[in-house]
């Protein structure tokens, strides 16, 4: 059983394109984060909900919106994609530490 | 962002303890150490915390100096898939917020 688990793994889409990524974890944690790893390979934090929550938005562009119907599920939406938000996403899930699990990443491709 | 200094990169022998360094000169009294490492194409796996006791778990151990101004992880048998990025991370906002740096680069070879 995968404990956090993002779809797609691969996502390659055009400009201006609107996509979402999907993350669950089955972990019974109370919060859960979206990480963006970009080309440079450099790893930062983008959101963290904590009980369905927005807790952390990290000077984000708005394009970017996250949505968690449930503690277990927390969703990337992106509208109008551009060619810079080609990077590697990756989903958390932590219980009250930093001690975090995270998926597998969604290498995202904008074209 | 990251308030820790790590070497670039290391090698160690398959079979070798390896003992990969971390410094976090302005640690606060409340924050936690933690590492992470990731290996290629795959998302960071914890690895082990904190405060200013050392620890050890099933996956290494954690040297912490007196004045917590630095820090050792060991592996104490490297294996090849050792080989990753590991993290070196300063953490106590409340929010679990990991600051990765740009870590150390570990290459185990046979």
């Known amino acids: 059983d995968t404990a956090v688990s993002q779809t797609p793994k691969y996502l390659v889409t055009q400009m201006g394109n609107d996509k979402s990524i999907k993350c669950e974890q089955n972990l019974g944690h109370d919060t859960m984060y979206w990480y963006k790893q970009d080309s440079k390979k450099f790893l930062k934090i983008m959101f963290s909900y904590n009980n369905k929550e927005l807790i952390i938005n990290e000077t984000v562009p708005n394009r970017f919106s996250p949505k968690s119907p449930d503690k277990a599920h927390l969703n990337l939406h992106i509208n109008s994609l551009e060619l810079g938000d080609s990077a590697v996403y990756f989903c958390?899930?932590?219980?009250?530490?930093?001690?975090?699990?995270f998926g597998q990443g969604t290498r995202l491709t904008v074209v | 962002d990251a308030k820790t200094t790590q070497p670039t990169s290391m090698d160690c022998a398959e079979g070798r303890a390896a003992n990969l360094p971390c410094n976090h000169s302005t640690i606060s009294g409340n924050e936690y150490v933690y590492w992470y490492r990731q290996i290629h194409s795959q998302g960071p796996q914890y690895i082990i915390h904190g405060l200013k006791n050392n620890e050890t778990n099933e996956m290494a151990s954690l040297i912490i100096t007196e004045d917590r101004k630095s820090s050792t992880l060991i592996l104490p048998h490297a294996t090849l898939r050792d080989t990753a990025v590991y993290y070196c991370i300063m953490e106590n906002t409340g929010f679990q917020k990991l600051v990765f740096g740009t870590g150390t680069r570990l290459l185990v070879s046979p």
């Open positions: 958390a899930s932590s219980l009250r530490t930093a001690e975090a699990f």
